[in-house]
Structure formats: C-alpha cells, structure tokens
C-alpha cells in the first residue's frame, strides 16, 4: 500500500485515491468461546451460503474488549467457514498488535480504543476524501415544518431548518444551520445561531422583520425595496449580510 | 357526538359574542341541538346579545364547581328551541374555570347536543385558552386592521399548539376566517384591509365577510342576533357563514362595493 500518493503527480497517474463507502458484514463477538462460534458460524452460513461463502468480513471486538480474545484462532475458524476477515474494529491496544501481525488492519470504531498505526493511514485518506464522505457521516438533523408558524411562536432546530409554509410577522425562526422558507417570510429568522458563519437563509418572498446569521443582523428598516418581496438567499461575507435575488 | 366550535380572536371588541350569538342561532335554525357557553367569566355579555338576561339563575361556574346541574344552568332560548344557552357568571373571574371542569361540561353536553358553540374572551390567557382547548373546529373573528389581524394571527399559533388535539396529536383544529366589521368603501380609499391583504397575512379559509352594519348595534342593543334580523346585510351574511360551514358552496358577497343605481343614488336611505 503506498502511502504517498503525491509522488506520482508528476507523471500520468497509474492510479487514484477515491474513498468509498462499502457495506460489509461485521462479526460483532459477544463470546470467545471459539468452538461455540465456530460452530454458530456454520448454521449461520448454512441458511444463506451464497451470501456468506467467500464474503468479506470484518470482526468487531468491542463487546470482548476485556476478555482477551484468541485471534489467530478466531481467523482461522473464520477462514475454515469460507469467509475472509479483513480487519478489526473496537480492539484494545495488545489485540490490535495481534490483528497486525495477522494481517488484519484496525478500522476505526465508534468508541473507546484508540487506532494507532493502520488507523493513522485511514484519517489521511479521509482528509484527501471528498466533502460528501464527510457529510455523510456527520449527523445532520434537518426539521421540516408544513404547518404556517404564527405570530408569537418560536421554532429552534439544532441542524437545517425548512419550512414550507410561511412565517408570520411576530414568530421567530431560529437554526444552527440553514434555513429555507418557502413561502413568505415575515417574522424574525436566525440561521447559525451557534457561530456558523457559513449557514444561509433562503426564502421565496422576504419580508421579514430581522435577518441573522451567526449573530450579525439586519432589521427590516435595512432591507432594501429591491431585496423585499423577492426570492432570495442571505449569507454572510466578512460580518456583513448579503441578500441576493435569486 | 357533537362539535365542539369555538369562536376566537385574541384581540377584543372585534365580534365574537355577536358572532357566536349568530351562528349558534343559526344552527339552531338549522334544526341543529345547539348550545352556546359564555366563557366570558367576569365579563357576561352573551346573555344580553341572546336577549336572555333576565332569566339567569345558574352559571357556567356553579356547574363547574357542582353547585348546580348543567339542565338547571342551560337557558333555553324562546325564539328557537333547539337552542340554549350557558351564560357566564358575572361574579367571579377566570380562576374559577378549571380545564377538568370545562371537560365535563362539554363531554355531558356532546351527549345531546349536535353543536357546542364556545364563546371565547379576548386575550391569550386562561378563559381563551380553555375556550379553545377541547374545540373542533375555530371561528377566527378578524376586523380589517393590522393589530387585529395580527393578534388572530398569535391565537392560530396557539390553536394549533396548545389544544386538547394539537397536544394528544391527533388532527388539527379545522380553522375558518370571519371578517367583520368589513367597509369596502373604506378597503378601496386604503383605509381598511382588503380581504386578500388579510388572506395573505393569515392564510386562512375564508367562511365569510361580515360587512359594518348598524343592524348589529340594534340587534344587540335590543337582544336579538342579527341573522334574525334577514333583512340586513350582517344577517345575511351570517346566514351565508351558516350555510357554508355547513357544506353547501355560496359565493361571497359584501366583498364589494355595492353599485348603487340612480335611485339609490338619489335616496340614500342607510
């Protein structure tokens, strides 16, 4: 595996880097008992073998952290049953080691242990990965809204926010991240109230009484005949708030 | 089962008790089991638009509080007998209308009664609040001006979030728009909202347009509901919110103003 894919730029690339999301099936051990697993890994196989015969596989240690599990012979039964295992995930530093010296690299798990070596390769691979990987991952919570919110009704979400329907003059719409409105906007609407500066607000009909976005503001008084009553979008570009036509 | 209706607005002195005389007049007309609760406590006023004043013993809160049975506090009306009245209590306040109370007065009332109109006070507060808490369906009385419009506008926020329906998630209050005191002389000098300019704010169905009327101030003055009075336009206009709340399709009028022909023009009776 090289690790350094900037040495071949120079020439016309023999290969590329991509990140891609495969979904394989994990071997999550509640026991390290291998004659009981072995044996439970062939009934398992036994109902569904096309799906299982020459799968990868990737064996999740996390719930026998503490029990000091018999790798190389838990590869071995797996390998017996017609399935390949190819890494480890939720190890604990010694069982990592063992991994490694079998030839299984540490995937990163979603808690405790941290991955060492193999892993650090992993996080760089990610970093060179697209934005869509990233978002992907992310936990992104999106609230849609159908129902008109009226005057005196506030709405918080902690991710996008969207609205279809309008928002009364009175009301106050506020979100960690965007905010679409589609339909006319007259209340007050917040978008990045946690500092995100890159978060914008959407709207089909701007009327409202104060756009914001991570804290900087500008009152209806400021918005200009142009910009009212318009579609448009509003972002942030050096601490000033940009409304755009769209 | 009866429907539960109630009339709101947030802002006061818009309609709503004649409103709610009227439709609960209406219905009764209709051959509807209706009954009409003041929910006004404090602050009685239904019993005079109803023209029953003088023949309150009970109220609205001895039920609650059991000092009295519903049938001893329901005054049935002499114009129409399918129709009657729970007048508020003129003595107490708004403290003394308890949400299990009001629930056990509407659920014995639902037992025979079709409809149930709910006379709801001015304001946001506890009396509005448990008005609208158990209704079906809400009439909205707006007048053509940007604070009531706007105030109708907070009390929709409220119906959708605070109600008995909104809370247990089932299907939302049915919502319906009543402008009144509506001057289409004035809408087209730019004195008054139109009724698109308050559509667009509420965006609302509209059951109807109740115009300024001197009949309303007589009839409640002589405590007759004005859709008794067949001959006005406010009468008429309830009877068509009547009609159409009850399903059958009639075109709004009022909306405009009236073309007065040479005759009209000369003898400018109203």
Known sequence: MPSDP???????????????????????????????????????????????????????LQGVAKQEPNLALLVDAIRNAGMFPIGVRGATKEQQKIANELMLPGLSAYSSSKPQIVTKKETRLTSVAEQPEKTATTDIETTIITQPIRSGQRIYAKGDLIIIAQVSAGAEIMAEGNIHVYATLRGRVLAGVQGNENARIFCSDLQAELVSIAGNYRISEDITDPERNKPVQIYLNKQAIIIQTL | M??????????????????????????????FKTAVIDFDVGLRNLDLILGCERRVVYDFVNVINEEATLNQALIKDKRCNQLFILPASQTRDKDALTKEGVGRILEELSKTFKYIVCDSPAGIERGANLAMYYADDAFVVTNPEVASVRDSDRMLGILSSKSKRAENGEEPIKEYLLLSRYDPKRVKLGEML????????????????IPESKSVLNASNSGVPVILDETSDAGQSYLDIVDRYLGEDKPHRFVDEEKKGLFGRLFRSK
Request: avoid cysteine.
């Open chain 1, 6 to 60: 900037q040495t071949t730029s120079l020439n016309s690339p023999a290969f590329e880097f991509k990140s891609g999301v495969v979904t394989i099936p994990v071997l999550k051990l509640f026991s390290t008992d291998i004659t009981a697993i072995t044996q439970q890994l062939h009934e398992k196989i036994k109902q569904a073998p096309d799906f299982f015969t020459n799968s990868a596989l990737l064996i999740d």
């Open chain 2, 194 to 209: 139109s009724v698109e300019d308050v559509q667009d704010i509420l965006s609302l169905h509209l059951l109807g347009v």
């Open chain 2, 2 to 31: 009866a429907r539960i209706i109630v009339v709101t607005s947030g802002k006061g002195g818009v309609g709503k008790t004649t409103t709610s005389a009227a439709i609960a007049m209406g219905l009764a007309k209709k051959g």
